[in-house]
């Protein structure tokens, strides 16, 4: 070691012990320094990054953690990883003493046991690592997880939420430690901590095929090392490279920037554990190779990551320096395969038959096999004539014939109830209603966002859009092709304004029960469509990236922002409706999107 670097930790060690709560043993932890104390400027305090956490500069915040090498025994982790972890809180914040409520409600006292604590079923007990934690320290470990999961009880599998809670304790005290880790796991607008299998096998798969495009001679490299066992298996244990075998030093680094950025930071690490890895493994000559080749790239990975021959620094330079690997790319990359799983889980968990009959509708044996699956409603087909002429076209009653069967109470939706959700399958297209409806979006798990929006709904057809207003009026529409119709271009290269058929509808179900088709179906049903239907009633869809619209002419039937959070209705010429809530303006709680699984 150099005499400058030597000088530097034994400058810094007296100060070890007092930089760590009382649960951390630090005899065992090592301080890096990535460079002779004076070539740098000096490190940020919390005092100079508060600022710009107040002032919501995220992108500003984002480069100062990324430059700022603090070491493993800097103060400012003890402020500055509760303030990040802050930032994601979803709701209200937990009023002091909420934690120790839940401590004594779960356990009776908040003296820690003597006995050791039945973790939630969700945790993987071959990674509940605690680094350097104490006896004591693991015990307020499993306290804390134990209590997450008591209030999270959709947490289904989360191997990664023990470790993550470890590290924080290592920089925080109990009580701060849960607030962070409620924060993180309810958060929003980005991901942190996968919470269940699903989305854990989605995040290996993602990394696996950014890898492809944005590590691609490691990625390679990595394939012909895995020989028989396939490199999934590889993948499949990416996260930890990162929480189980990097040293703590860099593990706390690489929290640093993911307390702040989220899951992405995990995905860029993993790729630059992977070119350090091609990089000192492709001599044969070299010990990693014939580490692969002896006892399997597997192994060979994770030994390179517990010796890593890189600093932190070197580390997150080489992460962050990995060119046009966009969120955006990520984001699409993780939705489209959680959506193909998603597909997947349907089919093979219901036994749906994927063939079809000649007119395109779900086999008889598909159905037979959808009522043997699920909790059904038997929904009528059709309204007769009479029955239409009785009630308006504005109020269809039940169909009058038996269609068949489908799964309402598969939806969990936030804003209709089962009777409101048989109401509207009843308004359904009849073959749309034999399909497995799946939520694409919804603003309570997905956030705010009309980029996040198209990312996950545009390739679906059709397409069901529920809406919940602040006032708790609930209205939507059935839109009957896909919202990537938006980028189509006519023969003259020109984007079209509008897409649609006449098969798409409004509806309304508070305070006003009501279906709105599109004002063609009555002409046709008149024989009159050329005298009624003007392109003003031909109006159905439009959208780009500040705004979408369902209805024209004369007015938009819905008309939502950029930030899917205001909107307006008007009666439009498409639909001939009336505005769907009285004011005309309305403010969203919340949008659920619901597409068709094989429609």
């Known amino acids: 070691m150099p005499s400058a670097m030597l000088s530097a930790v034994l400058e810094e060690e007296p100060d070890l012990y007092e930089a760590f709560p009382p649960h951390v043993d630090p005899t065992g932890i090592t301080i890096l320094t990535d460079s002779p104390p004076g070539k ?22 984002k480069i100062l953690i990324r430059e700022n090498s603090w070491p493993i025994n800097s103060a400012v982790r003890a402020s500055l990883w509760p303030a990040l972890c802050k930032q994601h809180q979803h709701g209200k914040s937990m009023l002091d003493g909420f934690y120790w409520d839940m401590v004594t409600q779960v356990f009776g006292t908040v003296e820690l046991p003597d006995k050791p604590i039945m973790l939630p079923p969700f945790v993987e007990a071959t990674h509940c690592l605690g680094y350097h934690l104490t006896r004591k320290g693991r015990a307020v470990a499993d306290r804390v997880v134990s209590v997450l999961g008591y209030a999270c009880p959709d947490i289904t599998y989360s191997p990664s939420l023990y470790p993550i809670t470890a590290a924080l304790l290592h920089f925080m005290p109990e009580e701060e430690c849960y607030h962070c880790m409620a924060s993180l796991v309810a958060s929003k607008e980005k991901m942190f901590i996968t919470q269940t299998k699903l989305l854990n096998e989605v995040t290996w798969k993602t990394v696996m095929q950014i890898a492809k495009k944005h590590a691609k001679s490691a990625a390679q490299h990595l394939s012909r090392l895995s020989g028989a066992i396939g490199p999934e298996r590889i993948y499949a244990d990416w996260q930890w490279w990162i929480l189980a075998a990097l040293p703590f030093p860099h593990l706390v680094r690489v929290l640093d920037c993911f307390f702040h950025e989220g899951i992405k930071v995990f995905y860029r690490v993993a790729l630059a554990i992977l070119i350090l890895f091609h990089k000192h493994s492709t001599n044969q000559n070299s010990e990693w190779y014939a580490e692969a080749t002896k006892n399997g790239v597997d192994h060979a990975v994770d030994k390179f990551c517990r010796n890593m021959p890189a600093s932190p620094t070197k580390l997150l330079r080489t992460a962050f320096s990995i060119r046009a690997l966009s969120s955006q790319y990520i984001s699409r990359v993780f939705i489209k395969t959680e959506m193909t799983l998603k597909s997947k889980q349907v089919i093979t968990g219901s036994r749906l038959v994927r063939s079809r009959s000649s007119d395109n509708l779900p086999t008889s044996q598909s159905q037979v096999n959808i009522q043997m699956m699920s909790h059904t409603l038997t929904i009528r087909e059709r309204m007769s004539e009479e029955t239409c002429k009785q009630m308006g076209s504005h109020s269809p009653g039940p169909r009058a014939l038996s269609m068949g069967v489908y799964p309402i109470q598969a ?43 198209y990312v996950r709904v545009e390739h679906h057809e059709p397409t069901l859009l529920m809406i919940k207003t602040c006032n708790n009026e609930v209205f939507g529409a059935y839109c009957s092709t896909r919202w990537f119709e938006r980028n189509q271009k006519d023969e003259r290269g020109n984007r079209q304004a509008y897409f649609g058929t006449g098969e798409t509808f409004l509806f309304s179900l508070y305070p006003e029960r009501a279906k709105y088709p599109w004002v063609g179906c009555s002409a046709n049903a008149d024989g009159k469509a050329e005298e009624r239907v003007a392109h003003g009633s031909e109006l159905f869809m439009a959208a780009d990236s500040k705004m979408i619209t369902i209805g024209g002419g004369d007015g938009q039937a819905i008309w939502m922002d950029e930030n899917i959070r205001f909107g307006k209705t008007d009666r439009c010429s498409t639909f001939n409706n009336p505005p769907l809530c009285p004011s005309g303006d309305f403010e969203i709680r919340v949008l659920e999107v619901y597409g068709f699984s094989g429609a």
């Open 40 to 61: 740098k400027a000096p490190l940020k305090t919390y005092e100079e990054v508060q600022p710009l956490l107040q002032q919501g500069r995220k992108r500003d915040l």
């Open 411 to 453: 939806i969990k939706s936030q804003i209709l109830d089962q009777s409101d959700l048989f109401t509207l399958w009843s308004w359904l297209p009849v073959r749309i209603t034999m399909y497995q409806p799946v939520l694409l979006y919804t603003t309570e798990e997905h956030g705010c966002s009309l980029t996040t929006f």
